[in-house]
């Protein structure tokens, strides 16, 4: 199994221009996270997915957008993007119960973005 | 606001040292218990996780974590540090029946040869 992909690896954008960082996972999790990681900051919770057609706002989602239509995608869109969002983002997924795996939530390898 | 402490922001330790992270949260409810270690340039991997009974945990890479409820702490321990042990280590807490996971700001590890 691949677990969670996450695309592109890297990204160098320019302000006010929009992007689509795109994850899958093929282990038939129902809930799915978005978070960003700065320096000092540890993980912040953009947004976050317990189903197909269900999303929900996290601790940071101003700036961002999601979509849940299947079950293995959940693409995370920056509609103008801004200094602010440079940042690596994660994406991770779980299956319903915390404990029913050795892995609670499945990380993918980040998308490192740099916004001049 | 709920919210979880790692008081250490950067240790550095020589090989053989022993290692103790703290991690303190502020829940009041019954919680669900992680840490995370981040190795350079790659993503985050469980090192132990606690959910109930034996308040030691015993994780991978010899490493060990002590729940202390009355003290809302979770702290992370291993007797004799390796330099391979070198990343940056994230204590992780769920508030029970909840859908998310809430993170520390991390505590970065320096094991010096």
């Known amino acids: 199994n691949a677990g969670v992909t996450q695309t592109p690896k890297f990204r160098i954008l320019k302000i006010g221009q929009s992007m689509t960082l795109q994850c899958t996972q093929d282990?038939?999790?129902?809930?799915m996270y978005w978070y960003r990681q700065d320096p000092g900051m540890g993980l912040k919770l953009i947004y976050y997915s317990v189903g197909a057609g269900i999303t929900d706002k996290g601790e940071v989602p101003n700036g961002y957008n999601v979509s849940r239509s299947t079950t293995e995608d959940f693409p995370l869109r920056l509609e103008l993007a801004a200094p602010s969002q440079t940042s690596v983002y994660f994406c991770a997924s779980r299956s319903p119960r915390w404990g029913s795996s050795n892995q609670p939530q499945h990380f993918g390898d980040g998308t490192r973005l740099s916004i001049l | 606001a709920q919210s979880v402490s790692q008081h250490n922001h950067h240790v550095i330790l020589s090989e053989a040292a022993s290692l103790e992270l703290g991690c303190n949260y502020s829940y009041g409810g019954t919680v669900n218990l992680f840490w995370y270690v981040q190795y350079p340039g790659q993503h985050l991997q469980l090192l132990l996780k606690?959910?109930?009974?034996?308040?030691l945990v015993k994780g991978i890479k010899g490493f060990e974590a002590e729940f202390i409820k009355s003290k809302f702490s979770f702290n992370l321990r291993k007797p004799s540090v390796q330099w391979s042990d070198t990343a940056e280590y994230f204590c992780?807490?769920?508030?029970?029946?909840?859908?998310?996971?809430?993170f520390g700001t991390g505590t970065r590890l320096t094991i010096i040869p």
């Open positions: 992780a807490v769920n508030l029970f029946g909840n859908e998310k996971l809430t």
């Open positions: 282990m038939n999790h129902n809930y």
């Open positions: 606690y959910f109930s009974g034996d308040p």
